[in-house]
C-alpha cells in the first residue's frame, strides 16, 4: 500500500497503470521500429501467380548516373513545313502521310489565280528587260559612231538596269513559292516541291481545299539523325557537362551530350541536347525516360547501395517509399531512398544484396497483406 496526499493506492493498481503506459509507449514507437526493419511476407508460388506478383531484377549504379525525361526530336533544319504561297487550292496530292521523298519531289499541285499573274508579271518582266537591253545596244552603236550623246546612252543604260531590278524581284518571288511549272498544268497551276530529303510526316489537306496564304500544307522530317531534347532540374543540369554519355535503357539506344543549358524556363527546368549514337528503337518525337553518365560524379555512389529499379517497384506506405525484395520465403517490405526518379526508372539508395529481384505488378496486393498484419 502507498500513501500519497493523504490517498491509500493499492500496489496492484499501481502495477496495472505502469503496464498500461508501457503498452501505449511501445505503440507510439512500433511505427518508427517497423519502418526501420525489413518486414516479411512469407508467400509461396502459388499465392504470387494468383496475386499477379511478377518481379524484375535490380541494376546496380555505377555512380554519377542522373534519371530524367527526353523528347525525341531532329537536328536543326532537318524538319520543314511546306507552306502555301497564295491564297488557292489544291487540285492534286501526289504524297501521303509516310512516303518519303528525295529534295525536289513532287508534293501537290496548287492552283491559284494570284499565281497565274505571278506568272504573267514575270514573263512582262522579261520582255521588258529584253526590250531595254536591245535599245542599249543600239545606243550604244549609235554612240560609237557619234549620232547620239552620252546621256542618251547613260539613259538608256538606267533602263536597263531598272527592268533587270524588275525580272529579278519577279524570279525571286516565283522561286520563293518552292514551286515549278510545267507544260501539262495550266498557266495558274504549279507543282509544290519537296525542300529536303526525307518522310512526309503530315499531310494537312485534301484535294479540292481552298487554303489561305500561309496555311500549312505538308510536314517533312528527315529522320536518319535524331537527337534528344533532354529536360532537367537546375541542381541536376549543374552536374553534366559536354560528352557525357546518355542511355535509353528501353528503346536499346545510346546518345552523347552537345549542349547543356543551365539557365531555366518559367517550370524552373533547365535543358540539354545529345546527338543519338546508337538508335536502337528509338521513334521521332516520343517521350523517353533516359540515364545521364556524368563523368564529374563519376565513383560518387557506394557499392551496394544505390540501385536502378523500375519506377512501378516503389511504393509508397507509411509515409515512405517501399521495395518488395524477393527473398526464399516470399517477400521483404524494405524501405528505400529515392535519389531520382523518372516515369520508367528510380534511383534508390538501400542495402541490397547484388542479384536482387523486386516486385513489380500485383504491388497493391503486398501493400494489402501488410496493412492486414498491423
Not at 53 to 75: N, R, Y
Not at 87 to 95: D, K, M, N, P, T
Not at 296 to 313: E, F, H, I, S
Request: aromatic share 4%.
Amino acid at each position: 500500500m502507498f500513501t500519497r496526499f493523504g490517498f491509500l493506492i493499492p500496489s496492484a493498481l499501481v502495477l496495472a497503470l505502469s503496464s498500461v503506459a508501457l503498452s501505449i509507449f511501445a505503440q507510439g514507437l512500433a511505427p518508427a521500429n517497423v519502418a526501420s526493419t525489413p518486414l516479411l511476407l512469407a508467400l509461396s508460388a502459388k499465392q504470387q501467380a494468383s496475386l499477379g506478383v511478377q518481379v524484375a531484377a535490380v541494376q546496380a549504379s555505377t555512380g554519377g548516373q542522373l534519371l530524367a525525361s527526353a523528347t525525341v526530336v531532329m537536328p536543326p533544319g532537318k524538319e520543314f513545313t511546306v507552306s502555301a504561297p497564295y491564297a488557292g487550292q489544291i487540285s492534286r496530292l501526289l504524297v501521303g502521310v509516310g512516303d518519303t521523298v528525295k529534295a525536289g519531289a513532287a508534293l501537290a499541285h496548287f492552283t491559284s489565280p494570284m499565281l497565274g499573274d505571278a506568272r504573267r508579271l514575270l514573263n512582262e518582266a522579261s520582255l521588258d528587260y529584253k526590250n531595254a537591253s536591245a535599245a542599249a545596244q543600239r545606243d550604244q552603236a549609235m554612240f560609237d559612231e557619234g549620232i547620239i550623246p552620252a546621256v542618251r546612252l547613260q539613259l538608256s543604260r538606267s533602263k536597263q538596269e531598272a527592268a533587270q531590278a524588275q525580272l529579278h524581284a519577279r524570279e525571286a518571288e516565283l522561286s520563293a513559292t518552292g514551286m515549278r511549272f510545267d507544260a501539262n498544268t495550266g498557266y495558274a497551276t504549279g507543282t509544290l516541291k519537296a525542300p529536303l530529303s526525307g518522310m512526309v510526316t503530315d499531310a494537312l489537306v485534301a484535294v479540292g481545299q481552298r487554303v489561305e496564304a500561309g496555311a500549312m500544307l505538308f510536314k517533312l522530317a528527315d529522320s536518319s539523325q535524331l537527337q534528344l531534347d533532354v529536360q532537367l532540374s537546375s541542381d541536376k543540369a549543374a552536374q553534366l557537362q559536354v560528352g557525357d554519355e546518355v542511355s535509353i535503357a528501353s528503346r536499346n539506344a545510346k546518345a552523347k551530350l552537345i549542349g547543356v543549358s543551365r539557365a531555366v524556363d518559367v517550370s524552373q527546368s533547365a535543358r540539354a541536347r545529345a546527338t543519338v549514337t546508337s538508335r536502337g528503337s528509338l521513334q521521332a518525337g516520343e517521350l523517353v525516360s533516359v540515364t545521364v553518365h556524368a563523368k564529374g560524379k563519376a565513383g560518387a555512389a557506394k557499392p551496394d547501395t544505390q540501385w536502378l529499379v523500375p519506377a512501378r517497384a516503389v511504393t509508397q506506405w507509411r509515409g515512405k517509399p517501399w521495395l518488395f525484395v524477393v527473398n526464399e520465403k516470399g517477400f521483404e517490405a524494405q524501405t528505400v531512398t529515392v535519389i531520382s526518379s523518372t516515369d520508367d526508372l528510380s534511383l534508390v539508395e538501400a542495402a541490397l544484396p547484388a542479384g536482387s529481384k523486386v516486385a513489380v505488378t500485383g504491388i497493391a496486393s503486398l501493400r494489402a497483406l501488410l496493412q492486414k498484419d498491423e
